[in-house]
């Protein structure tokens, strides 16, 4: 919690460096309202979200390759048409699939908390700004942890670096995830921070698309 970097400590994102994720395909967005979810575990929740917001185009990024198997196994047997699964590192395929202000939600549930590594924390990613660049104006980034120190340290990024309006609040009735589940059991404080992104807020990323025409 302490001696968190600033906007002008936290270094300039490099889009540029970043190559296509292996087997990279330009996904087409069909639907006005694109979701996006990062560290999609098994995909419970992209599943659950997928089917209630038939209108919605779901995207679900994991890295991990044994959850992924386990996400795909269970979206190949329980397909909804709307739920896209990407095995891939987020940072890389966000870069090269996702145009400027096209996401009307983003969801990270349960990241790992980097005990040892604050700088690998969402919040104080440089990437966060490319992340808020691809979001429409007055789309949410829902934050989700059972770590109070996480989602305390996050809510400091907001306001003082990213300097965003946000909602704080605790987790009651959700069991959004497998990890929502396991912790709400044990009786963890899980909450929520939901950040929007206000129209006319803007980043140096604005009119960034690798992928561009
Ligand atoms: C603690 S787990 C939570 C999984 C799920 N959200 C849940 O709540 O059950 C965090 C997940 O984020 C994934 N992850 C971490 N960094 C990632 C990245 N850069 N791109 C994609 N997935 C990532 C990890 O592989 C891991 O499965």
Redesign the pocket.
Known sequence: MQNLPNLREIRTFRPDVFKQPRGFVQPTFAHQSVVLE????VG??ALTFARANPSAQVFA????AE?FQKFNQSHLSETSPNRNPIH????PWVVHAIPPACLQQVFI????PEPKNPAQRWFNMPFMQFLLSRMQPNATLTLASNITEYLDEAEQQMLHVWQLPYVRSAVTTERR????IKYMERGEPCGNIVVTKPEGYTTPFDSYFSNAQ
């Open positions: 990062i560290g999609a575990g419970l929740h990024i994991e890295r991990t959850k891939a590192d987020a940072i549930l349960y990241p790992n995830t497998h990890f929502e």
